[in-house]
T-cell receptor, first 114, second 113 residues
Framework: DAGVIQSPRHEVTEMGQEVTLRCKPI?????LFWYRQTMMRGLELLIY????????DSGMPEDRFSAKMPNASFSTLKIQPSEPRDSAVYFC????????????FGSGTRLTVV | GENVEQHPSTLSVQEGDSAVIKCTYS??????FPWYKQELGKGPQLIID?????GEKKDQRIAVTLNKTAKHFSLHITETQPEDSAVYFC????????????FGTGTRLLVSP
């Protein structure tokens, strides 16, 4: 298995632009999580899905952030418009039905908003 | 909700020494405690976990202990090696139904040769 695949690995964008981060979870995993990691705030859970349905989006910082999971093999996190304070590493993780707490993380997307 | 505190934030040891990272949690109903290791440029990776019906668990050079009365748990790494250098995160959750993991703030471990 290739693991959780995230793209792009790095993204540099100008303030005000739309940014879309992509994630392909491990096949058969039914939970998908989006995390943001910064030095100041550590790992923050933004939103998670179960069977493609958003369950808890209380960690989404603002209406500028949105996430979708149109099918079991793909999810996106969109920021529109982006701001410099959104600069962080964004991780996607997934877990399986028989081990829901054994998260497998992707390698992350390092986002820089200038 | 659950709150997990972790310390120290940084830890430097010499190769071959032991390293201990400690976490406390607030919700007495939490009963699942995993530890993740994050190497530079990578996502966190699960290295060991423990459930509340067990007081200690070992896997080669790493071990985790749990004290439910005091609501704290620790990661112990013996005979540290330079490749153990990474950021380590503890986490806590309830294991009834699905409850999201709450992560600690991380400990940066540096093992010097």
């Amino acid at each position: 298995d290739a693991g959780v695949i995230q793209s792009p690995r790095h993204e540099v964008t100008e303030m005000g632009q739309e940014v879309t981060l992509r994630c392909k979870p491990i096949s058969g995993h039914d939970y998908l999580f989006w995390y943001r990691q910064t030095m100041m705030r550590g790992l923050e859970l933004l939103i998670y899905f179960n069977n493609n349905v958003p369950i808890d989006d209380s960690g989404m910082p603002e209406d500028r952030f949105s996430a979708k999971m149109p099918n079991a093999s793909f999810s996106t996190l969109k920021i529109q418009p982006s701001e410099p304070r959104d600069s962080a590493v964004y991780f996607c993780a997934s877990s399986s039905p028989d081990r829901p707490y054994g998260y497998t993380f992707g390698s992350g997307t390092r986002l820089t908003v200038v | 909700g659950e709150n997990v505190e972790q310390h120290p934030s940084t830890l430097s040891v010499q190769e071959g020494d032991s390293a201990v990272i400690k976490c406390t949690y607030s919700d007495s109903a939490s009963n699942y405690f995993p530890w993740y290791k994050q190497e530079l440029g990578k996502g966190p990776q699960l290295i060991i976990d423990i459930r509340s019906n067990v007081g200690e668990k070992k896997d080669q050079r790493i071990a985790v202990t749990l004290n439910k009365t005091a609501k704290h748990f620790s990661l112990h790494i013996t005979e540290t090696q330079p490749e153990d250098s990474a950021v380590y995160f503890c986490a806590a959750s309830k294991d009834t139904g699905f409850q999201k993991l709450v992560f600690g703030t991380g400990t940066r471990l540096l093992v010097s040769p």
